[in-house]
RNA sequence: UCCGGCGUAGCUCAAUGGUAGAGCGGGUGGCUGUUAACCACUAGGUUGUAGGUUCGAGCCCUACCGCCGGAGCCA
């Protein structure tokens, strides 16, 4: 490309931040409907009814709007408005009678080439943001621009090539597109050549619909300019082991499934956070750096405060429940630190906590409040992630028994049902249904064996051999497990009352139902010195625990709290704990106490459980474990 | 803290105590419809570290380091 020609083609690209008149109406741009319209293209609009494109959304939006704005290629009507106050990198250009803009890009190939190095950093909006003459869009909007012209904007996923035609995997973040670059143009056709996975780069061409792309659409790429060529990627187009990944978590996020599963955590939040907004609850920040204040420190992690000794949260609830007293339905939602030394797949040292606490409540109320929130989660979580989920390879149809109501016993229950004939029965007959699916694994695994024989090509014996690891992987679990199993029977028939539920015992009864089940009203030594002595039974308090389905374990942990002064005072002696050290908390109990309570959503183990993950790890963008703080 | 498993090429994994290998990824060349494309060629190694046994150790023994899983504890 000529010096001269590039120089022509920024005068067209940057109008606006050149310094010519539209810079000086900046204000009115902005105000302007044609360009809010097309302002809200980030972040992009979807109405309830279907994908739609922005410009077309804004416009319906709007219905009384003087300044429709509809699809790109479509001539739009706007007398009063000059060429200049329009950016060109919106996509719309000018007729040369100044009759009027054209949107979409007729000549869409005049602005675009090869950038040869990374697009200078701009001061303004408009240079930031660029700039070739057809509309950006998204690619989960494609479905909107078939056959138009347009530009993504995105992330070299993978790249297959024949002799003349190139296929560009290119992801965007909202979605993938396959973008085919054929050798009828030489300069694209070179430069789509040099790009490495992971490259980033803009691209356009006109939308097609095609039954050989995968997603169904593809681009035939007219033009490209690439951003950065990425230097060689350390994720390979293949299996990689977990702690390799783990390694790489940074560069790991781009990956499909670690995108599906943050989105799912995005939804379950924002799920949980509409949840209680809608029900008048207010949202409340508790500290991060707490006193020392007596309590077994062995599972906290000490901070140096200014030569005090300080803690890292490891729950909001004590100031959850000062606000709760001003505030009558309050929640917080932030991270919290537990230092347990716990290697497994349930535990992360830096882990998010969502606590609602409410006031004038019993523990019936904190209850019926956790179960309408999972299913409300769960339900939204269906709504918007079915694909997703399927595609992490999660069964739907436990998801959608989640309704309400859930099973509720006691923890006295739950002993009785430990030791009763009935489970035992049960327990046996599972094992019996397991074996037998072990037995059917086994006998797939030398299905897969056989076909690893075969197969012919290097390439296919090392995807049958990927299967046979994670078969082989599944069945040493259920194996296990199944090994286990007698002993954990065991262990349950001779359960005493008193003892806090074990692991495999909280499996036990789960797997007994098929919502989550809450157990209540456990032996006051096994809980916490703020929990509420039962007034029907002196030795049980008022909590409970929900556990999971599936073997998911315990994934909300609450109680009504002790409101009397003198009972909590006495507790706090009994746990070995010194009542001046949390003067503040008794003095709720002083002035106007009322019943409360409230619980505790893990959120990285129950999104584990709706997306059927096997390690929680995966369920937050940068892990903190025992033993893992990179990256 | 305790118990078990694993450390071999950038990655995933092979290799009876006897010449360290394959696939993917990288590089070069070929191919106009690929779906983790394919075909050919090519570069790539102090087998986690330190000792020991042996004619000979990736393999056996000891210690250490790292990772993974489980128990206890927890959401």
Redesign the pocket.
Known sequence: MSPARDQRQKRRCHPVSRGLPGFLGRRRIASHPCVRAIHARRPPCRLASGRCSPWYSTARQRESARWPVRRPNQVVPVWSVSRFFVPEWAGIRFRADHSGPVAGGEEQNDCIGVAPTLPRPGRGRYNRMRMTESPHVIIADLSDHVDSTVTLEGWLQ????????I?L?LRDGTGEC?C?V???APTVFEAAGTL??ESSLRISGAIRA?D???GGF?M?VTALEVVHIAE???I?????????L?SHRHLWLRSRRPGQILRIRHTMIKACRDFFDDRGFTLIDTPILTPGAGEDTQ?LFPVDYFGEEAFLAQ?GQLYLESACMALRKVYCFGPTF?A??????????E?W?LEPEIAFAELDDVVDLAEDMMCHIVARVLERHRADLENLGRELAPLEKVTAPFPRITYSDAVDQLRSPETLIFLEEELVRDRARLAQWMAELKTLEQQLEEAR???QQ??I??QM?DLTEVIGDLERDVENRPQHIQLAQSFEWGK?L???D?TIISRQYERPVFVTDYPRE?KAFYMKVSPHDSRVVRNVDLLAPEGY?????GSQREDDADMLEERIKAFGLDPADYGWYIDLRRYGSVPHGGF???I??TLSWICGLK???ETIPFPR?M??MYP
């Open positions: 993978g790249k297959r090539s024949g002799g003349k035609v296929f995997h396959q085919v054929e050798a009828g490495t996975q095609d050989r792309a995968p593809e035939s060689e990627y350390p390979a187009r293949k299996a990689h082991g977990v702690d390799f783990m599972t729950t537990r347990e030394k716990s290697k497994t797949r349930r535990h992360l040292t882990f906590m090509k290097p390439w090392e995807k051999r990927a690891s806090d074990g692991g495999s909280e096994a374990g315990e994934i909300i942990g505790g959503l893990g990285e183990r390690h929680v790890r474990l033993g893992r």
